[in-house]
């Protein structure tokens, strides 16, 4: 990040932090819809006339399966604005699906979705406007590729690039099946006007060789936090800034009931303006709900010890893994990645092993520049030690987490900082660690661990 970026996007930030405080409600014209002289509930968005027009079509499109045309039905007629809209998305208007990475009961492509996406009503010609971009010419050389299933054909004009999550066994996809996404658009709909709290959810598909169900995704070009943590150590402007928005939306998360589940930098999406969103909702579910004893599915690092231990999920396991990733965006390195994540490790982190503290760099030349950026690292590290406290009732909330992290975002310097100041470690991960979501297998014997 550059220096002219980096002040850009401090000012920005005290701006939107300074007006907060204020109720905007009576500056926030409100515009009424030209067809049924209600308030638009989104821009250009009226959400009674577009859920009876989305109404309307029910009958012209299906999945094949009761459980998901329900889910999307529902979704379509509460939906404020087109953020929030999903559809039932035909395959063949998918191109150019090529593989990008397997997660714990998901594969992960990329691909380009003919016409993108539903945008708002064109009450001319009465039909939905879509957003889409012009194909470029590297998505037609793409096409030419082994790797590549339905590749574009020269014809084909306009487009939007997506993820596809595919859901691994969900052809017989039941009610329980989509309790996740059921979740996730809760999570959604907890959003105020125009604020977007995780990346953005256009629809699903499904896989006609295998069967299996697809969501269809936002692509965020730059990837997963994890795969940025050498880059989110070169600044600190980077690290408040990333984790004031990850710490807003799972204030926002904690805040309808839910917890995660599965918290880690792997599911932490970058988009291109450097905002941390929130992504899979691998157990994201009611708090009340019970999992299963001695089966965890996650990753082992990120896990807090009273649920290794056997104890339910709860917001407080959410904070746990929150601190993990405020160790990584200082350290640059992924948490405990010199060990097998195995029983043993499980063991050590119930006994109270957590990853060693790093010594706050000098990066700023300007001494008064350099105490304040110390001082706050200091605050820094205590929350985080927090964060990861073996009693779960000692961490801090997520609402707690949202207020430092307003509170400092706009308190940390900002200058050019020395190439030679951000050289970030090197290090190899151990061939036994594991950094993607998978089923641990914990033994009774951490029922009784002491710590």
């Avoid at 052809?171 to 959003?191: P, Q, R, T």
């Avoid at 792997?266 to 905002?275: A, D, F, V």
């Amino acid at each position: 990040m550059n220096y002219i970026y980096a002040n850009w996007l401090n000012v920005a930030f005290k701006i939107t932090y300074f007006l907060s405080f204020f109720d905007m409600s009576e500056f926030d014209e409100t515009i009424l819809c030209s067809d049924c002289n209600q308030p638009e509930t989104g821009v250009k968005w009226c959400r009674s006339c577009n859920s009876e027009r989305f109404r309307q079509d029910f009958s012209k499109w299906t999945s094949g399966n009761n459980f998901v045309d329900k889910f999307i039905q529902d979704a379509q007629s509460k939906a404020r604005n087109h953020l929030e809209v999903i559809e039932w998305i035909p395959y063949n208007r998918l191109r150019n699906i090529q593989y990008l990475a397997k997660g714990g009961f998901s594969i992960i492509y990329k691909a380009v979705l003919l016409d993108g996406f539903i945008n708002k009503w064109d009450k001319e010609n009465k039909q939905w406007k879509r957003y889409y971009n012009e194909i470029k010419d590297e998505d037609y050389e793409d096409a030419k590729k082994d790797n590549i299933k339905s590749p574009l054909n020269e014809n084909e004009k306009h487009g939007y690039n997506i993820v596809l999550k595919s859901l691994n066994n969900s052809s017989n996809i039941n009610d329980g099946f989509l309790n996740e996404w059921k979740n996730y658009m809760n999570f959604i709909y907890s959003a105020e006007k125009y604020e977007l709290l995780s990346i953005k959810l256009y629809g699903i598909t499904q896989d006609p060789e295998t069967l299996d169900y697809m969501i269809v995704m936002e692509h965020m070009e730059l990837g997963s936090l994890k795969s940025n943590l050498m880059v989110k150590r070169c600044n600190p402007i980077d690290k408040y800034y990333n984790l004031y928005y990850i710490a807003q939306s799972l204030s926002k998360l904690h805040n309808c009931n839910l917890v995660h589940g599965d918290l880690h930098s792997g599911n932490l999406l970058l988009s291109n303006n450097l905002i941390a969103y929130i992504s899979d909702f691998g157990l994201s579910k009611p708090v009340d709900k019970p999992t299963k004893p001695n089966v965890i599915y996650g990753v082992l690092p990120y896990i807090a010890p009273e649920v290794l231990r056997g104890k339910p999920y709860t917001k407080g396991a959410d904070i746990y893994s929150f601190g993990i990733i405020m160790w990584e965006m200082t350290s640059g390195i992924p948490a405990f990645n010199d060990m097998p994540h195995d029983l043993e490790l499980a063991l050590k982190i119930c006994r109270g092993l957590r990853p060693e503290l790093v010594e706050v760099p000098k990066i700023f030349d300007d001494t008064k520049k350099q105490k304040i950026f110390e001082d706050l690292e200091k605050k820094y590290l205590e929350l985080m030690k927090r964060c990861w406290d073996s009693d779960s009732g000692k961490r801090p909330t997520s609402n707690e987490l949202f207020r430092n992290f307003s509170e400092w975002y706009g308190c940390i310097p900002t200058e050019p900082i020395p190439e030679n100041k951000l050289i970030a470690p090197i290090t190899q991960n151990h061939p036994l660690s594991h950094y993607t979501s998978r089923i641990i297998e914990i033994s009774e014997c951490l029922d009784d661990c002491m710590i």
